[in-house]
T-cell receptor, first 112, second 112 residues
Framework: DGGITQSPKYLFRKEGQNVTLSCEQNLNHDAMYWYRQDPGQGLRLIYYSQIVNDFQKGDIAEGYSVSREKKESFPLTVTSAQKNPTAFYLC???????????FGSGTRLTVV | LAKTTQPISMDSYEGQEVNITCSHNNIATNDYITWYQQFPSQGPRFIIQGYKTKVTNEVASLFIPADRKSSTLSLPRVSLSDTAVYYCLVGAGDPGNTPLVFGKGTRLSVIA
């Protein structure tokens, strides 16, 4: 059963800590994306990768970093430079062509 | 990327047909129109995609006029479980997998 796996489902971060959110896909899709969603808001693009070892900044990349060492994996690190990291984070993958995204179930990050 | 405009919210009674219209005046020739559904604390789920005229699947219908400057998502006989946010996106026609832009969507509330 193909899909996107995000872990953990809930994550708590102390002030000044870096945390890494995992995103794994078994769909064999080239492109992967990270979005952030705040309460009552739409999705905002953080980073995306169209191919292994390559990625681009989205609209709100400051305070975040990513890597794409394998086609299946696209982890997101929320660094201490991100001043307001509490949000719902969504990872997605998409195949080439006019096809839709497949989303993971999300990670809810809370700063404590 | 073509910008989309859709109503912020809609209410409907159970059993009624719901039509959500999205305007996208600047749609490009190779753009597709895609609709997603999102429940609270979940990732968006693909509903339907079209290029022109009418598309129907087991969940919804998508009506696209000849000028493609708008589209209408039709949900037949809604139930309480259709309460969700619905996003209209335009793009995905390019081979480079340019990220799609999610607006705030339309929050549909179905009332018993």
């Amino acid at each position: 059963d193909g899909g996107i796996t995000q872990s953990p489902k809930y994550l708590f971060r102390k002030e000044g800590q870096n945390v890494t959110l995992s995103c794994e896909q078994n769909l064999n899709h080239d492109a992967m994306y990270w979005y952030r969603q705040d309460p009552g808001q739409g999705l905002r693009l953080i980073y995306y990768s169209q191919i292994v070892n390559d990625f681009q900044k989205g609209d709100i990349a400051e305070g975040y970093s990513v890597s794409r060492e394998k086609k299946e994996s696209f982890p997101l690190t929320v660094t201490s430079a991100q001043k307001n990291p509490t949000a719902f984070y969504l990872c997605a993958a998409r195949d080439r062509g006019p096809y839709g995204y497949t989303f993971g179930s999300g990670t809810r990050l809370t700063v404590v | 990327l073509a910008k989309t405009t859709q109503p912020i919210s809609m209410d409907s009674y159970e059993g009624q047909e719901v039509n959500i219209t999205c305007s996208h005046n600047n749609i490009a020739t190779n753009d597709y129109i895609t609709w997603y559904q999102q429940f609270p604390s979940q990732g968006p789920r693909f509903i339907i995609q079209g290029y022109k005229t009418k598309v129907t699947n087991e969940v919804a219908s998508l009506f696209i006029p000849a000028d493609r400057k708008s589209s209408t998502l039709s949900l037949p006989r809604v139930s309480l479980s259709d309460t969700a946010v619905y996003y209209c996106l335009v793009g995905a026609g390019d081979p480079g997998n340019t990220p799609l832009v999610f607006g705030k969507g339309t929050r549909l509330s179905v009332i018993a």
